[in-house]
């Protein structure tokens, strides 16, 4: 028995860690680790000009003041089929891990399961 409380002590905080959902302006607070983040998409924009076409949803503002950037690289934008301007203004569910580029916050996101949209 007690080693099963300890089994359960152990293992616990990673089970739980997983069923946080954070807000944009907590995003820094997590640089390295996996989470679910919520909060509203900004602003779409596709940079055809630079190299590997990226496209960001920026939520918790407009860039460069945004707080986190979700990162999507043209040769995954294919799978959106509702294209990527369908997230603007809408309020998502995000999980995954938080990096970061050029000192802010950023998720690089491939795949559209990676984005529950929950408005």
Not at 26 to 46: A, C, P, R
Not at 56 to 74: A, R, S, V
Not at 76 to 102: A, M, P, W
Request: net charge negative.
């Amino acid at each position: 028995m007690r080693y099963l409380i300890i089994f359960i002590c152990l293992v616990s905080p990673n089970l739980f860690a997983q069923d946080t959902v954070i807000s944009v302006n907590e995003t820094s607070n997590y640089i390295g680790q996996e989470v679910t983040l919520q909060g509203k998409v900004d602003q779409v924009v596709q940079l055809t000009s630079v190299r590997g076409k990226p496209t960001y949803f920026n939520m918790g503002g407009n860039y460069p003041k945004q707080k986190l950037t979700l990162l999507l690289w043209d040769s995954d934008e294919h799978k959106f089929i509702k294209g990527t301007q369908f997230y603007e203004s809408k309020t998502i569910k995000v999980l995954d891990t938080i990096e970061t580029y050029r000192g802010k916050p950023q998720i690089v996101i491939s795949e559209p399961e990676q984005i529950e949209v929950l408005e």
